[in-house]
């Protein structure tokens, strides 16, 4: 009985060995175990205490990896801390992914109360006992490392599917190394002043934008009301107020229309930095004002982040299908924008992250996606104008000095 409900867990979290933006059925988990739909109802009451046995079952898990972290520091072994966590996460793919789906919004926020629990000392330092923030800068840290790895983990597994090679080990030392050193620019850092009149740069040009699609907020709403899973045409439709046919006109099908949709936020992002960009000199100040452009782009569009969320980690056949399917004018505008990064030399030298392929875009993705995160975090908390302002600044210096130079 124990082993049969223990394979019922088990084929259900088969099924994200790579994100799958569509609920599955309990027909076909129990086609994968090789028994009837009926069955399971044996062991489970109904779909959701499966998928709290789930949950448990990866906290169990991921509260043991912490607990061999913690270890680590206790014996001033550091630099072996956090790989333990990126190759846990690297060979259990399936619970990155399972959590990339199933929440409504992508933060650590409510797994870190919950691992904490668990008696999980190493997270004490971020939350008090009552669930509030004790530090927001450990809390940012924690946002960053966090988010960083999610985003180089599901790029390796993207590699994998492709066929590629990734070392599991390497690539989790050398993940932990960036995470910890940054890229370790030979720079000084900036100066306040300096910092405020690019913030100032960034809110001027952005301010003035063309306003949002509706139909992109409609998606964005459906996305923060019903988790990713269950985005339908229908619901997107009836947040519009129009008939679902009308949606696709246009349109093959529900993913050609969001990725044109938010392939022309992200054109138009990119435009604003182009023209910003010439305001400042130094790879530091450039790199600053990239992410800078970007929050305050997206601080004036909350309405669209989560859709932005989901393309950016979508490991979707869909998506992929439309980009190879791209028109020649957009293929050259992009490789137009791809070379103006190159040209402007924000960073110095690329770092070995133990990753095969384009090293820029790669860097490129993880930069577009941190203030995002950092925005739905934000967001979520309820965090002022001021507190934000103050974490893009923190998450730059992490960028560049990596946590261990952070202060």
């Known amino acids: 009985m124990a082993d049969t409900k223990e394979r019922i867990i088990s084929a259900a979290f088969s099924f994200y060995s790579k994100p799958i933006f569509t609920d599955i059925s309990l027909s076909k988990i129990a086609e994968k175990v090789g028994i009837s739909k009926a069955a399971i109802f044996k062991h489970f009451k109904n779909k959701n205490e499966l998928e709290i046995a789930m949950h448990n079952k990866m906290i169990n898990e991921l509260s043991l990896v912490l607990e061999d972290m913690q270890r680590y520091y206790n014996d001033m072994k550091n630099s072996e801390a956090l790989p333990l966590i990126i190759s846990f996460l690297g060979e259990n793919q399936e619970y990155l992914n399972y959590l990339l789906v199933s929440m409504p919004e992508i933060t650590e926020d409510n797994l870190v109360k919950e691992l904490r629990q668990h008696g999980i000392v190493l997270l004490n330092s971020i939350y008090n006992d009552d669930g509030t923030i004790r530090s927001l800068s450990q809390y940012f840290k924690s946002v960053f490392v966090s988010t960083t790895m ?19 080990q390497n690539f989790s030392h050398k993940i932990a190394s960036f995470i910890e050193k940054g890229f370790q620019e030979k720079t000084a850092k900036m100066q306040l002043l300096r910092f405020m009149e690019i913030d100032e740069i960034c809110k001027k040009a952005t301010k003035p934008f063309e306003s949002i699609d509706k139909t992109l907020v409609a998606i964005s709403t459906v996305i923060s009301k019903y988790g990713i899973r269950n985005v339908t045409v229908e619901r997107i439709a009836n947040e519009l107020g129009m008939a679902k046919s009308s949606l696709y006109t246009g349109f093959a ?29 130094t790879p530091g100040e450039k790199l600053y004002l990239i992410i800078e452009t970007e929050f305050a782009y997206f601080s004036e569009r909350e309405e669209i982040i989560d859709v932005c969320k989901w393309i950016q980690m979508s490991n979707n056949k869909e998506f992929s299908e439309i980009e190879k399917k791209k028109e020649e004018s957009e293929a050259l505008n992009n490789e137009r924008i791809r070379n103006f990064f190159e040209n402007q030399k924000f960073i110095s030298c690329m770092p070995d992250l133990g990753i095969p392929g384009d090293m820029q875009s790669i860097i490129l993705g993880w930069l577009f996606i941190l203030p995002i995160f950092l925005l739905i975090h934000g967001r979520t908390n309820g ?19 990596g946590i261990g130079g952070y202060q």
Do not use: P, W
Not at 160 to 167: H, Y
Not at 268 to 273: A, M, S
Not at 385 to 401: P, R, V
């Open 383 to 401: 965090f002022s104008k001021e507190i934000m302002q103050t974490a893009i600044k923190d998450i730059y210096y992490m960028i560049e000095f």
């Open 150 to 168: 999610l985003i180089f983990l599901t790029y390796r597994s993207q590699l994998l599917e492709e066929g590629k090679k990734c070392e599991l």
């Open 253 to 281: 099908n529900k993913a050609e229309m969001i990725h044109s949709l938010i392939t022309n936020e992200i054109e138009n992002l990119y435009k604003i930095i182009m023209e910003n960009i010439v305001n400042v000199k």
